[in-house]
């Protein structure tokens, strides 16, 4: 396999829409160690990467984006100002039935570290794969403990994924997961 492939199969893999319905998922259970809080987190992940993975393939579909990682700078506002009211939505739900703890501020912190992306990319093109991977691993640290750190060695891979496919540099990949890692490190460990 040649290192393009294997940086697209990484980024493809690792995309955020699919590392955000994961987090969702552990942390569902882990806030209840039930199938409740597992319906937590996939009502949670509908609202944080299901709708707008969807808002985005409709743009790629429309001609609005060049892809589905929306790899143009400027073509990422409307995308992202979408997903930011997704997951608004998601909040309001949550507060409105009382959403376990953890659920909550875990997707409280992925709205931080959206608008945090958001303002960084008004100016900079930041890796939102890298954001996304660094805060999945920052809550998963939080919330089973620092034998979880080596999930760090996966950023770097992501990281590279990204540099790789000539999308970032690697100052683009190292700022993404700072901004997330510190979104996660602040908010979730705030609220939880």
């Given amino acids: 396999m040649t290192t393009i492939r294997t940086a697209r199969l990484i980024t493809d893999a690792l995309a955020p829409a699919n590392l955000v319905v994961a987090i969702l998922l552990v942390i569902g259970w882990h806030s209840t160690r039930d199938l409740t809080g597992l319906a937590w987190g996939l009502l949670a992940a509908l609202f944080c990467g299901g709708i707008p993975f969807a808002i985005i393939m409709f743009g790629v579909r429309r001609g609005?984006?060049?892809?589905?990682?929306?790899?143009?700078?400027?073509?990422?506002?409307?995308?992202?100002?979408?997903?930011?009211?997704?997951?608004?939505?998601?909040?309001?739900?949550?507060?409105?039935?009382?959403?376990?703890?953890?659920?909550?501020?875990?997707?409280?912190?992925?709205?931080?570290?959206?608008?945090?992306?958001?303002?960084?990319?008004?100016?900079?093109?930041?890796?939102?794969?890298?954001?996304?991977?660094?805060?999945?691993?920052?809550?998963?640290?939080?919330?089973?403990?620092?034998?979880?750190?080596?999930?760090?060695?996966?950023?770097a891979v992501i990281g590279w994924s990204r540099v790789a496919l000539r999308d970032h540099t690697p100052a683009q990949t190292v700022a993404g997961a700072i901004l997330g890692g510190l979104a996660a490190a602040v908010v979730f460990d705030l609220l939880r």
């Fill in 64 to 155: 609005s984006w060049t892809d589905k990682h929306v790899r143009i700078r400027e073509q990422r506002a409307v995308p992202l100002l979408a997903t930011m009211a997704s997951v608004l939505t998601g909040i309001a739900l949550m507060t409105a039935f009382d959403a376990p703890r953890e659920v909550f501020a875990l997707v409280v912190a992925m709205l931080a570290g959206l608008a945090m992306t958001i303002l960084v990319t008004l100016w900079w093109k930041v890796s939102i794969h890298s954001a996304v991977a660094g805060g999945v691993v920052v809550v998963l640290v939080l919330a089973y403990g620092t034998w979880m750190a080596w999930l760090l060695l996966g950023v």
